[in-house]
């Protein structure tokens, strides 16, 4: 197994790093956004506070449970029930009062072929979920 790390561009968000870690850091706001998921990539998603599940066309269920909260900064997210660790943490730095830029990094230990069948996947999956989380009107949740 090799550690593999994939990260987003770094997104601009309209909006002050408070309101948008307060509406990332409770998973239950994912309501809002069920609408901007591709129901052809997620179905069955399912969330509380500190947890989201969901099912992943070819792939099967995932889970997530948030591990850490560094208030206005970084959120850390841990796989649940999976045979292979996968962390997923958002970063998020205010420039000024209604600029916010944030990075989503993803770290999974992944076998060879595992990563060899999905490699492309987390590199595009990873880039597109920030691009998603950056278009949210966080101002509204």
């Not at 002050?16 to 901007?36: I, T, Y």
């Amino acid at each position: 197994m090799s550690q593999t790390t994939y990260e987003s561009s770094v997104k601009a968000i309209s909006s002050n790093e408070e309101v948008v870690f307060r509406a990332l850091s409770n998973l239950n706001n994912l309501e809002a956004l069920k609408s901007r998921i591709p129901q052809d990539k997620l179905e069955d998603l399912q969330f509380d506070t500190d947890s989201v599940s969901f099912n992943v066309a070819g792939i099967g269920r995932i889970g997530f449970r948030i591990i850490d909260r560094e208030p206005n900064k970084t959120i850390k997210f841990e796989t649940e029930n999976s045979p292979i660790t996968v962390n997923v943490w958002i970063q998020l730095k205010q420039l000024a009062e209604n600029d916010t830029r944030m990075k989503l990094t993803l770290r999974a230990d992944l076998p060879s072929m595992v990563k060899i069948m999905v490699d492309k996947k987390l590199k595009d999956g990873i880039e597109q979920i920030a691009t998603v989380l950056a278009a949210v009107p966080y101002a509204n949740i």
